[in-house]
């Protein structure tokens, strides 16, 4: 299947410290959707991106779709505990719009550790 | 609204013992419905999709088995478990292929499988 690169992997940062990471690949997406996921639970959806360039906040964290529609990235201003958990991109392919049966491509995930 | 929820949350079994993870949604009609494997808490790895009643699609070879025998029940299955089943389970709803679908998925909560 396609692939989605996600970096970094890993993220060891002092609380207060702002978070960047981004998910990149060869192939055209129409959607862009970053999920966290806590500890033992199912990932929860954060941002849901729709068209390229589009640039989209939720409270401290901030998203965007990237204009060649290959790449996406997620900021996290001023990281707190809560912060903590894996978080991961995922992409509806072009040619997939109206709803791919299989679902979504997704990035293998940045593991967000926050020091106090 | 539409919620999802997956039991048992957490499942000892012995190798070779029988496994039936179960997985409904309220508030929805004819969802396309998906099991996903998480091993390590890193990377959603896809095993099945449904489209529908009794419509089973497999991403992956293994020794595990879905059923749908409801439109919002989604089962996973297996005769006789390996050590190499162990892992978070999560079940996953979108909305079916058309217009209205968003490409986002919605997760249940997840089940912890360990098979000794």
């Known amino acids: 299947g396609q692939q989605l690169n996600q970096s970094p992997q890993s993220m060891f940062i002092q609380e207060g410290e702002d978070v960047s990471m981004n998910c990149t690949s060869s192939s055209i997406f129409n959607t862009w959707l970053w999920y966290k996921q806590d500890p033992g639970e199912g990932p929860v959806l954060l941002i849901a991106l729709y068209k390229a360039g589009e640039l989209t906040s939720n409270g401290r964290l901030t998203a965007q779709f990237g204009i060649t529609r290959k790449d996406s990235f997620l900021n996290i201003s001023a990281s707190i505990p809560s912060d903590v958990g894996i978080y991961f991109c995922?992409?509806?392919?072009?040619?997939?719009?109206?709803?791919?049966?299989?679902?979504?491509?997704f990035g293998k995930g940045t593991h967000l550790i926050i020091q106090p | 609204s539409q919620t999802i929820h997956q039991w048992p949350a957490t499942l000892v079994q012995p190798v070779g013992s029988p496994l039936s993870l179960e997985c409904t949604v309220e508030g929805t009609s004819n969802p396309n419905l998906y099991w996903y494997r998480q091993a390590a808490g890193r990377g959603l790895q896809l095993l099945f999709y449904?489209?529908?009643?009794?419509?089973i699609s497999s991403e992956v070879p293994q020794n595990l088995s879905a059923s749908r025998p409801q439109d919002r029940q989604f089962i996973l299955s297996s005769k006789k478990l390996l050590l190499s089943d162990s892992g978070f389970y999560l079940c996953?709803?979108?909305?079916?292929?058309?217009?209205?679908?968003?490409?986002?998925?919605?997760f249940g909560e997840g089940s912890r499988l360990t098979v000794l």
């Open positions: 995922a992409g509806q392919l072009e040619g997939d719009s109206g709803g791919g049966a299989d679902g979504l491509t």
């Open positions: 449904s489209v529908g009643i009794g419509q």
């Open positions: 996953a709803w979108s909305t079916a292929p058309g217009p209205s679908n968003t490409g986002e998925l919605f």
